[in-house]
């Protein structure tokens, strides 16, 4: 009998919950291995679609809802993997910008959950929540008839689940940075080498202007498969405030995106990098449509202005880039009004250096528990702030930091911020 939606997230939940430290202490293990088997099993979707294939430390999620906006806009139907969701699980699977039906989900993770039952009599690993994710959203992108597939990776590039796709139409990688190095290494060339992965023979390849140890790692690997290897252009911005801002790209003109952080313009002229990439390979992407999707995309969750005044920001960035780049956006629209934050981390993150980035534009700290294992305790992050000469308070839940923060702020700013787990309670 199939599962309904309730039971399909129960059962995602009840699955062994992904751990850096796991895996490092050899309890939890990463390969393609069981992904493949899983798929084989289900009639190999993955070989049926074609593929934009993203990794990259920031930006990833950005980058795919800026590229599916302009794919939708110009009438191919797309659909779009990524994760995590910031409110329910069907976030993570659209065409076209729809989230999954709840009664596909249901039947298509009953089908996923019957073969991965069956590896299990057979003596193979059992997938992960992730690999039946992923397995559940190929199901339902053959289904849909989807003539390009955003497939976002979820940690890395060479052993994660996606990677099992064969070569895509573009392999696309964001700004690379530090995080997760305890699995994919200490050094930014290291981390590059894992995030090339994606890159398979005779590939299309773009990125964003990198550190110069990131772009000597890609160029070598582009060599070896025979891949040809662009590089974005670099935006100017030319207007901006809250509401949005818009920017220049030499030799293409102006666009305007709904989005005050200055990021975005990186993430939205990756897109556009894209967007012309595959038109030269015959998709029907005009400038105009270009133009209408930037300006129609939304995602939640990374600087998002959730109110002008008094100002309440809500960003979900998780590691040392995404606080230092929070930080300067919170300067640039703010000027020197005092930043309340409402924050929360996970243990196994940078959070001291995150927390250096923030600790000079804060006038108070409200510390939260994430939802997860893997979280630090709020009372715990509180303690240290203390010790960095902050003003820091533990409390039991978001709403009532929220709300703590907002009676306190007055003509300040309310920063809620240090991982996508919580922001779905501001």
């Not at 300067?331 to 930043?339: A, P, Q, S």
């Amino acid at each position: 009998m199939s599962m309904d939606y309730g039971q399909a997230v129960e059962y995602l939940k009840s699955l062994p919950v992904f751990s850096p430290a796991a895996v490092t202490a050899g309890e939890q293990t990463i390969n393609l291995d069981s992904i493949r088997i899983l798929l084989k099993r289900l009639g190999s979707p993955e070989k049926k679609l074609k593929y934009i294939h993203v990794a990259g430390t920031n930006g990833k999620g950005s980058f795919c809802a800026f590229l599916g906006q302009i794919l939708t806009e110009s009438g191919v139907r797309t659909g779009c993997f990524t994760s995590p969701a910031l409110r329910c699980f069907t976030e993570c699977i659209r065409v076209n910008g729809r989230e999954i039906e709840k009664a596909d989900t249901g039947r298509l993770m009953s089908a996923v959950k019957e073969e991965a039952d069956g590896m299990r009599l057979d003596g193979y690993r059992f997938p992960s929540e992730f690999e039946q994710m992923l397995a559940l959203a190929l199901l339902y992108f053959t289904e849909q008839k989807c003539a390009l597939v955003i497939l976002e990776t979820g940690l890395g590039g060479t052993c994660d689940a996606t990677n099992v796709i064969p070569a895509p139409e573009l392999a696309v990688i964001t700004a690379i940075s530090f995080d997760h190095m305890q699995l994919l290494g200490g050094t930014l060339a290291a981390i590059a080498a894992q995030k090339a992965g994606i890159i398979k023979e005779n590939t299309t390849v773009l990125s964003v202007p990198q550190e110069p140890e990131v772009m000597q790692v890609f160029t070598k690997v582009c060599e070896k498969k025979s891949s040809h290897l662009y590089v974005a252009r670099s935006p100017v911005q030319t207007e901006g405030n809250l509401e949005g801002q818009t920017f220049c790209i030499k030799g293409l003109g102006s666009f305007w995106i709904p989005f005050a952080a200055d990021y975005q313009m990186e993430n939205a002229s990756l897109a556009i990098e894209a967007a012309l990439l595959l038109k030269k390979n015959g998709y029907p992407l005009e400038m105009q449509s270009i133009r209408q999707g930037l300006s129609d995309t939304c995602w939640q969750g990374r600087f998002e202005i959730r109110r002008t005044e008094p100002p309440l920001v809500v960003d979900g960035g998780h590691n040392v880039q995404g606080a230092r780049a929070l930080a300067g956006n919170l300067r640039r629209l703010f000027g020197g009004r005092k930043i309340y934050f409402v924050t929360g981390v996970f243990a196994d993150k940078q959070y001291r250096e995150m927390m250096a980035e923030l600790l000079p534009l804060a006038a108070k700290f409200f510390t939260v528990t994430p939802p997860s294992g893997r979280a630090l305790d709020g009372g715990k992050l509180a303690e240290y702030l203390r010790t960095q000469g902050a003003w820091a308070e533990p409390v039991r839940s978001v709403p009532l930091a929220v709300s703590m923060a907002e009676k306190e702020a007055e003509s300040g700013v309310v920063c809620v911020c240090g991982s996508l787990s919580f922001l779905a309670e501001v």
